[in-house]
């Protein structure tokens, strides 16, 4: 997908890391990339556990933010106020999954006995209700926010986004 501004740009590529990393989680709970649950010793499983809470606590949280705080305000300003409502809507049960899922992530890697069944469920959870988040706002958000603002407001955003 072609985008214009530096913005939408930067919110699709995070779209596709995110869809990626999906692939791989629905991949390892359902035990087509190795045994699920992992045998104990398993060096994979702490380096990918890992990788998922990062996820869930940096790229997520922030990426959620931004959206909310400078994005659907612009939305709904343009007359779009339906499709910023549906899309905080999904922010709020997508979080509703992910934590959860990040305190068990969070307790097998301090060495606790996990939940195998309670975190793969969490797990597919999640990775479905991100992936279809995502993709909505790649095919309807997206387009909309690359013709919304002008270009001095997208170096604004981008910069302050990008600067963290
Ligand atoms: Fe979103
Ligand atoms: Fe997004």
Redesign the pocket.
């Given at each position: 997908m072609e985008f214009q501004l530096q913005t939408s740009r930067r919110?699709y590529e995070?779209?596709a890391a995110t869809l990626e990393l999906l692939n791989r989680v629905e991949r390892v709970f359902t035990g087509r990339a190795g045994v699920y649950p992992p045998p104990e010793g398993d060096s994979a499983w702490p380096a990918f556990a890992r990788g998922l809470l990062g996820a869930i606590d940096v790229e997520v949280a922030r990426?959620f933010e931004f959206?909310e705080r400078d994005v659907f305000p612009r939305l709904e300003q343009a007359g779009d106020g339906d499709l910023a409502g549906l899309l905080i809507e999904e922010h709020a049960t997508i979080r509703a999954v992910a934590q959860p899922l990040a305190e068990l992530l969070r307790n097998a890697l301090a060495g606790g006995a996990p939940d195998w069944q309670a975190m793969k469920v969490l797990a597919l959870e999640f990775s479905e209700r991100l992936g279809s988040?995502?993709q909505k706002?790649d095919g309807a958000l997206l387009p909309v926010l690359d013709s919304l603002l002008d270009e001095e407001t997208d170096r604004a955003l981008f910069g302050a986004y990008a600067a963290g």
């Open positions: 919110l995070e779209h990426h959206e988040h995502a706002e």
